[in-house]
C-alpha cells in the first residue's frame, strides 16, 4: 500500500470533517476529549513522530529534547488547522526520504526503525479519522480492505501485547482466530493477562494482553467484514459474530473492554 498516500488523505479528511464539528463537541470513543483535543492530539502527534524520524532520534534523552521542544497548542480553530496541516506535512517529508530498514526510535522495543513509524501512523491517521466522524455524527467512511487488515495486524502484534513490567505474571487464558468474511483473512491470537502488585505503590494489578499465537486450537471465533474486525480490535465499533466457549469469550472481552492503549 503507499502508506503516505493514506496518511494524506486521512489526515485531510479528518481535518475537514473537524473544521465543520463544534470544538466542544465530546468524542465518544474517546469520552475525556472534545473535538478541539482530538484535533491538537493528532497535530501533536505527527509533529512529535516527524521529529523523531528527522533528528535521527534514538535514545530516551533524544525524544526528551524533541518533547520539550514541541510548539504550544494554538487557542484558535483556525490556527489549529493550519498547524495540524504542516504537522502532516512535515512527517510526510520525513517519511518521503527515509527507507523503512534505518534505526529510528520507537516505544515499541521491538521495533526500532522508520518502518513502525510509517506503519503505526497510517493506523494513527486513519483511526483518528473514524473517531472525526464519529464526533460528528457522521457515518463512517470506508477503509481500504489492506488498510484494515494491517490495521488488525497492527492490533495484534504491537498495540495489544507490547509491554507488561517486568515484575509482573503472565497467564494465558484462551485461544482465539479472527476470521475476515470478506476477504478470507485469518489471525490466530493468543488471549491472556498480566498481573501483580506494583513494587514501588502497593497497587494490585490485573491487565489483559493479547499477542498473535503460532498454534492451538481456538475455543472462541470472532467472524466479521475485515472493516468491521479493524474497528472492533480498535474499539471503533464494527458489527462482530463471537462464537465460543464461555471461558474464551470471556477472554476476548476482557482485551476489548481494556481498550486501545
Not at 526520504?97 to 529510528?104: E, F, G, V, Y
Not at 488498510?147 to 494465558?172: F, N
Not at 490485573?206 to 467484514?225: C, K, W
Not at 471503533?236 to 481494556?258: F, H, L, N, P, Y
Request: hydrophobic share 40%.
Amino acid at each position: 500500500m503507499d502508506r503516505e498516500a493514506i496518511i494524506r488523505a486521512e489526515s485531510d479528511a479528518f481535518a475537514r470533517v473537524l473544521a465543520e464539528t463544534a470544538g466542544d463537541a465530546p468524542v465518544p470513543t474517546c469520552p475525556e476529549w472534545t473535538a478541539d483535543d482530538l484535533l491538537w492530539h493528532l497535530t501533536e502527534v505527527q509533529l512529535f513522530w516527524a521529529a523523531v524520524l528527522g533528528r535521527d532520534a534514538r535514545t530516551d534523552a533524544d525524544v526528551e529534547a524533541i518533547e520539550q521542544s514541541q510548539p504550544a497548542r494554538p487557542t484558535t480553530s483556525g490556527d489549529s488547522l493550519a498547524l495540524r496541516q504542516r504537522a502532516t506535512a512535515a512527517l510526510l517529508e520525513q517519511l518521503g526520504s527515509l527507507d523503512d530498514t534505518l534505526p529510528r526510535w520507537s516505544w515499541f522495543e521491538k521495533d526500532q526503525t522508520v518502518g513502525f513509524t510509517r506503519r503505526m501512523q497510517t493506523y494513527e491517521a486513519t483511526m483518528h479519522r473514524v473517531d472525526a466522524e464519529l464526533t460528528a455524527g457522521r457515518p463512517i467512511s470506508p477503509i481500504e480492505s489492506d488498510v484494515a487488515a494491517g490495521a488488525v495486524d497492527h492490533a495484534v502484534d504491537v498495540m495489544w501485547g507490547g509491554w507488561m513490567p517486568d515484575w509482573a505474571q503472565y497467564e494465558s487464558r484462551a485461544v482465539g482466530e479472527f476470521v475476515a468474511t470478506d476477504t478470507g483473512g485469518r489471525w490466530l491470537v493468543e488471549f491472556g493477562h498480566w498481573f501483580g502488585t506494583g513494587p514501588e505503590s502497593g497497587k494490585e494489578f490485573d491487565e489483559g494482553m493479547a499477542f498473535r499465537a503460532e498454534n492451538g486450537t481456538p475455543r472462541v471465533t470472532v467472524s466479521a467484514p475485515v472493516t468491521d474486525l479493524a474497528l472492533w480490535s480498535w474499539v471503533r465499533g464494527g458489527s462482530v459474530e463471537i462464537t465460543g466457549d464461555a471461558e474464551g469469550r470471556a477472554a476476548v472481552d476482557a482485551m476489548i473492554t481494556r481498550g486501545m492503549p
